[in-house]
C-alpha cells in the first residue's frame, strides 16, 4: 500500500495535479459507462445513449470531488510520509548516534576492563614493591643500625660535616674525644668544639679538601676532656650524592700515640745500634791502626827474613780485619739505607799499588802466585771513593785466594777510552782456583752465602763481602759480572766510569819545597797505641811532641802555644770539634794551626773548617800522608796556612762586646758574672721546657719559651745565643716551624762553650778593673 501510495505521489508529481484530475476524471466515465453498459447487458441485453450519458454525467458530477478528496488525502499521506520519514531518519540518525554511542561505551567499557586490569596489575606490582620497599627498609634499617653500631665500635675517630662546615654526625669515639654527645654535636661548628688555634687549623685543612675534592691525609694532636693529649692521623675525604654533587667530608682519626712512640723507640734503637756500630769501630779501628801503624814501622826497620814474614802477617791480618769491619760497618748501613759513597780525589796509580802490595801478602799466606798487570795509560789523579774501590778489590781478591789451592790469582786494570772529562776503567780478578757451579752463580752475591764444593775447604768466611762489594759498585754505577768453569777458575770484572782530575799543585813540589822544618807538635790522643805510632813518626821526621789524653788537657797544653796542634775528633771527655772551638775562640791560641786526626771516613769537610780545623789525616797515620799535610803548612813553598780569623771577629760573633763594655763601667765585670752564673744554672731548665713544647707541637710554647732565653742571653750579652733564640720565637716567619728543631739544637750546642768564652771574658775584664 505504501507502495501504492507513494507510486501515485510520483505520479502526480510528475503530471500535474490537472492532467491527473483529467486522466481519474476519464477514468471515472470509462468505468462508469462500462460498468453501465455491463449492467444495462446483463439486465436487458441492450444498451442505449441515455446510459452513456448518464454514466458521463455522473463521471463528471463525480470526478472533482472524488480527485479532490484523493488528491488531498494522498497529500496527507504524504505529509504524513514525510514526517514519517524524518521521523525515521531522526530515528535512524538517533539510533546510528546511539549504535555509535554503543559502539564507544562497548569500546569505553572494553578500556575500563582493560585500565582495571592494568590497575589491578599495578595495585599488585605497586603491592610487591610496597612490600620490597618494606624489606629494603627493614634490610636497610639492618644494615644502618649494623654501620651505626661498627662505626661506634670503632676505636677511630669518625665524624661528618656537611659543605657549610657544620657537624652532621659522628660515632662514640668522637663523643669520647670532643666531650659532646652525637646530638649535641649536630649544627655546630669547629669553631664551637675547637680550641681557636684547632679550630683554625680544622678549618683550613677542611677548606683544603673542599677546594681540591681529594683526599687529605695528616697528623694533629688532640686533647681529651680529661687533658690527656694524643696523637691522630688524620684523613678527610669529601663524599658525594647520587647526582655527583658534594655533601661534605667525612673524616676518620686514629690514634697513632703508640705507633709514633713505638716508631720513636725503632728509631732510638736504630740511632743506639749505629752508635754502637760508631763505638765499636772507634774501638776495634784504635787497635787496628796502631796494628797497621806499628807493623808499617817495624816494616822499615832492618829485620830478618824470618821476622820480616812475621811482621808481614801481622801486618796483612790487620788489614784483612779491618776489611771485615768495613763489610760490618756497610751492612748495617745497607739496613739504614744510609750507604752513600764519598768521592774525592784519589791518587789512583797509587791505590792500585797499594791493593799490588797486599796482594802480594795475600798470596803468599794461602801459597800461590799473585800477578798483576797495569794499562801505562791509566790516570795518575780520578774522582773517587778510593776507600771503597779498595775495600771492593781487597775483598775479590781475598775471595779469589780463599778459592784457589794453586795457581795464582791475577788482578789487572785497563783503560778501555776516555774523553775530555771521564777515563772508562775495567778491572779484573781472576783466578786458576775451584771455579763456581753455574746453579751458584746467582747465588754468591747474596748477603751471608756462603759456598760449598764436596771434599774442598769452602763455606769459609762472613758471607757478606761479596754482597757488600757488589752494593758499593751498584753505588758507584756498575755492576761485578762473573765468568766461572768448575775446576778452571772464575774471573770477575768491573768497569767504572771515573771523572778524570788533573795532579794538584803539591804533586809537583820539588824536594826543597818538601822540607818541613823541626816543629813543636802537640799531640791530642787518648789511645797509648795510638800515641806510639804517632809519636815515633813523628820523632822520627825530626819534630818534638807533647802528648794531651784528653780534651781538657789539651786546652791547657795548648797554652804553651805549639807549632801545630794534632787533634783527635773522639777525646773521653769532649770531642775534638768542642776543642777546636775552644782554641780558636781564645784569642791566644786563634792563630794555631789544628790537623785532625780521624779513623773515620770524612764525607764532608764543612764541619771540619767551621771549627777552624785547616787539614785532615786518616788514620792508621801514613807517613807520607802526614808529612804532605806538614809541607802544605811549613815548608818554605807551601801552603799558607788559613787562620780562624782574628779573635775579635771571633768573640763579636759570639758576644756583644759593645754592651759588655758599657754594662762593666757601670755595674762593673763581677755583678755581670753573678748574672752570668745564674744563666748558667737556668739555661739546662729553659732548654729541657724548649724541647718538651717542641716534641709536643705546642707552637706557642715554643715561641714563648725561645722569647726568655733571648731575652736572659741578651741581658748577659750572649750575642750568638740570642741571635738564634730571636729566629726560634718569630713563629710567623716562613718555614719557620721546620726550622725550630735546628735552632733548638744550635742553642743546646752553643750555649756552654758561649758561656765559658764570656765568664772568661768577664775574668779578664774584672782583673783588669782591680789594676
Excluded at 19 to 24: A, F, I, P
Excluded at 31 to 48: C, E, K, Y
Excluded at 381 to 391: I, P
Excluded at 656 to 673: H, K, N, P, R, T
Amino acid at each position: 500500500m505504501k507502495l501504492w501510495a507513494q507510486r501515485f505521489i510520483n505520479l502526480m508529481t510528475e503530471i500535474g495535479v490537472l492532467r491527473l484530475t483529467l486522466v481519474v476524471a476519464g477514468s471515472i466515465i470509462v468505468l462508469g459507462i462500462a460498468i453501465n453498459v455491463s449492467l444495462r447487458l446483463a439486465i436487458s441485453g441492450d444498451v442505449d445513449t441515455l446510459d452513456i450519458a448518464r454514466a458521463l454525467l455522473l463521471g463528471f458530477i463525480l470526478t472533482p470531488p472524488t480527485v479532490f478528496l484523493f488528491v488531498l488525502v494522498v497529500r496527507e499521506l504524504d505529509l504524513s510520509r514525510r514526517r514519517t520519514d524524518r521521523l525515521r531518519a531522526k530515528d535512524r540518525e538517533k539510533a546510528e548516534k546511539l549504535e555509535h554511542q554503543l559502539i564507544l561505551l562497548e569500546a569505553e567499557n572494553a578500556e575500563r576492563v582493560k585500565a582495571e586490569q592494568a590497575l589491578a596489575e599495578v595495585v599488585a606490582e605497586m603491592e610487591a614493591e610496597v612490600m620490597q620497599r618494606r624489606q629494603a627498609e627493614i634490610k636497610a634499617a639492618e644494615q644502618s643500625a649494623k654501620l651505626g653500631s661498627l662505626i661506634d665500635s670503632s676505636p677511630d675517630v669518625i665524624f661528618y660535616r656537611d659543605d657549610n662546615g657544620y657537624f652532621s654526625s659522628c660515632n662514640r669515639a668522637a663523643e669520647l674525644l670532643l666531650g659532646r654527645t652525637r646530638e649535641e654535636l649536630v649544627g655546630l661548628t669547629p669553631a664551637d668544639v675547637y680550641p681557636e688555634r684547632l679550630a683554625e687549623q680544622v678549618v683550613q685543612t677542611d677548606a683544603a679538601v673542599m677546594a681540591s675534592n681529594r683526599p687529605l691525609k695528616f697528623e694533629q694532636w688532640m686533647r681529651y676532656p680529661d687533658g690527656r693529649k694524643t696523637l691522630f692521623e688524620f684523613s678527610k675525604v669529601p663524599f658525594f650524592g647520587a647526582k655527583g654533587e658534594r655533601l661534605g667530608l667525612v673524616a676518620f682519626g686514629r690514634d697513632i700515640t703508640e705507633r709514633k712512640q713505638a716508631a720513636d723507640l725503632l728509631s732510638k734503637a736504630s740511632n743506639e745500634k749505629a752508635e754502637f756500630i760508631a763505638t765499636i769501630s772507634h774501638e776495634l779501628r784504635t787497635p787496628l791502626n796502631g796494628i797497621v801503624g806499628l807493623s808499617r814501622i817495624l816494616r822499615d826497620t832492618e829485620l830478618s827474613a824470618e821476622q820480616l814474614r812475621y811482621v808481614d802477617t801481622i801486618y796483612l791480618s790487620a788489614e784483612t780485619l779491618g776489611v771485615i769491619f768495613n763489610d760490618i760497618v756497610d751492612l748495617d748501613r745497607l739496613d739504614r739505607q744510609q750507604l752513600k759513597l764519598n768521592p774525592t780525589r784519589v791518587a789512583f796509580k797509587a791505590l792500585l799499588a797499594e791493593v799490588e802490595n797486599m796482594g802480594v801478602l795475600l798470596a803468599q799466606q794461602y801459597g800461590v802466585s799473585f800477578r798483576c798487570r797495569w794499562d801505562p795509560e791509566l790516570p795518575e789523579y780520578v774522582e773517587a771513593d778510593g776507600a771503597r774501590l779498595r775495600q771492593v778489590l781487597w775483598n775479590l781478591l781475598g775471595n779469589a785466594v780463599k778459592f784457589t789451592p794453586q795457581g795464582f790469582v791475577a788482578l789487572s786494570a785497563t783503560l778501555t777510552r776516555e774523553d775530555d772529562t771521564n777515563v772508562y776503567l775495567q778491572f779484573e780478578i781472576e783466578d786458576t782456583g775451584l771455579g763456581i757451579p753455574d746453579e751458584e752463580q746467582k747465588k754468591i752475591f747474596a748477603m751471608y752465602y756462603q759456598g760449598s764444593r764436596q771434599g774442598h775447604h769452602t763455606g769459609t768466611g762472613s758471607g757478606i763481602g761479596l754482597a757488600i762489594s757488589q752494593q758499593l759498585v751498584r753505588a758507584m754505577g756498575s755492576e761485578i759480572k762473573l765468568r766461572s768453569e768448575v775446576d778452571v777458575g772464575s774471573c770477575f770484572s768491573i768497569q767504572l766510569t771515573l771523572p778524570k782530575l788533573e795532579a794538584p799543585e803539591s804533586h809537583v813540589l820539588s824536594d826543597e819545597a818538601k822540607k818541613v822544618p823541626a816543629l813543636n807538635i802537640l799531640l791530642v790522643e787518648d789511645i797509648e797505641l795510638n800515641v806510639l805510632v804517632a809519636k815515633t813518626l813523628l820523632e822520627k821526621m825530626g819534630h818534638t811532641i807533647s802528648v794531651a789524653m784528653d780534651g781538657q788537657s789539651a786546652l791547657t797544653a795548648a797554652s804553651e802555644i805549639p807549632d801545630l796542634v794534632l787533634l783527635d775528633i773522639q777525646l773521653p771527655d769532649m770531642s775534638g770539634f768542642d776543642v777546636a772551638e775552644k782554641l780558636k775562640a781564645d784569642p791566644l791560641t786563634a792563630d794555631i794551626p789544628l790537623v785532625a786526626l780521624t779513623a773515620n771516613t770524612v764525607k764532608d769537610k764543612t764541619r771540619y773548617e767551621e771549627c777552624g780545623i785547616v787539614d785532615i789525616v786518616t788514620k792508621p797515620i801514613q807517613m807520607n800522608v802526614l808529612h804532605s799535610a806538614l809541607a802544605k803548612l811549613f815548608a818554605p813553598s807551601g801552603t799558607a796556612v788559613p787562620t780562624a780569623s782574628q779573635a775579635d771577629d771571633a768573640l763579636d760573633d759570639i758576644l756583644d762586646i759593645e754592651m759588655l763594655q758599657q754594662y762593666s763601667e757601670v755595674i762593673g765585670a763581677g755583678a755581670l758574672l753573678n748574672s752570668v752564673e745564674l744563666l748558667e744554672t737556668l739555661m739546662p731548665e729553659y732548654l729541657e721546657i724548649l724541647e718538651s713544647n717542641l716534641t709536643a707541637e705546642d707552637k706557642s710554647a715554643v715561641a714563648s719559651e725561645a722569647h726568655k732565653i733571648k731575652g736572659a742571653a741578651g741581658s748577659v750579652g750572649l750575642k750568638r745565643v740570642q741571635q738564634i733564640a730571636a729566629k726560634a720565637q718569630q713563629k710567623d716567619e716562613p718555614a719557620w716551624w721546620e726550622n725550630v728543631p735546628d735552632w733548638v739544637d744550635a742553642m743546646k750546642h752553643h750555649y756552654p762553650q758561649d758561656l765559658m768564652v764570656l765568664k772568661r771574658w768577664l775574668t779578664e775584664a774584672e782583673a783588669a778593673e782591680s789594676e
